[in-house]
């Protein structure tokens, strides 16, 4: 069983200050690594996706990856109150095909992110 | 800014109906999936569509479930035989390629309630 796990939260943070959501999976087959952002009654968006070990930098938003230790993390810095939401980390089960990666995502249950003014 | 859009918002049925949940991918987008997100859980992967089959489904997609596209731009879900657990929200999803380096764009979503 394909399994990502997340703290469920709620992580709160006050305003301008660095969130860290962290993220777990099973599957060392795992190729790809996403973070998504849901507001609640929302369907999932794309925040950042990452292949390769080490740091990925998107404005506000790193994503981190340690494949050794099956781990991936999100850092927001300067978070503001409208980054509050659930975070969802998922994963792709990485079946070749076509020439690349099937993307259906294996998603975590989220981490629930409040950022207070 | 192109869009997935799902109809209906909100669908109610009644226990052993049948439903058809609908989807217009993005328009030169090739891959298609559904993912259904009971209240309070997560988002867990049904099936995904390319070049007019499935290439992969899960454990949940079972013989009550079909996917179709009928024509040049709907992606459909059918639930023969709607079961209460199948209340959840249904999101559609696709991507210009099939390769984990195009993003998915998920569509607002389709709530299910089965009584």
């Known amino acids: 069983q394909k399994e990502v796990e997340q703290n469920s939260g709620p992580l709160s943070v006050p305003e301008g200050a660095i969130a860290s959501l962290n993220c777990t999976y099973s599957?060392?087959?795992?190729?790809?690594f996403f973070w998504y952002r849901q507001y609640s009654g929302k369907s999932p968006e794309l925040i950042m996706f990452i292949y390769s070990n080490g740091d990925k930098e998107d404005g506000r938003f790193t994503a981190q990856l340690n494949k050794a230790s099956q781990y991936v993390s999100l850092l927001i810095r300067d978070s503001q109150p409208s980054d509050s939401a659930t975070y969802l980390c998922a994963v792709t089960t990485g079946v070749m095909n076509y020439g690349g990666s099937q993307g259906n995502l294996i998603f975590g249950k989220g981490t629930k992110l409040s950022v207070k003014p | 800014e192109p869009e997935v859009t799902q109809t209906p918002s909100h669908q109610v049925t009644q226990m052993g109906q049948e439903v058809i949940l609908r989807c217009v991918p993005i328009?030169?987008?090739?891959?298609f999936y559904w993912y259904r997100q009971i209240l309070g859980q997560k988002v867990e992967f049904l099936v995904s569509?390319?070049?007019?089959?499935?290439?992969?489904k899960s454990e949940i997609f079972d013989d009550q479930f079909s996917v179709e596209r009928p024509d040049g731009s709907n992606f459909t879900l059918k639930i023969r035989s709607t079961k209460l657990e199948d209340s959840a929200m249904y999101f559609c999803a696709s991507s210009e390629a099939p390769d984990i380096s195009y993003e998915q764009y998920f569509g607002p979503g389709t709530r299910l309630t089965v009584t």
């Open positions: 599957d060392r087959g795992s190729q790809s």
């Open positions: 569509f390319y070049n007019n089959e499935i290439s992969e």
């Open positions: 328009s030169n987008h090739l891959y």
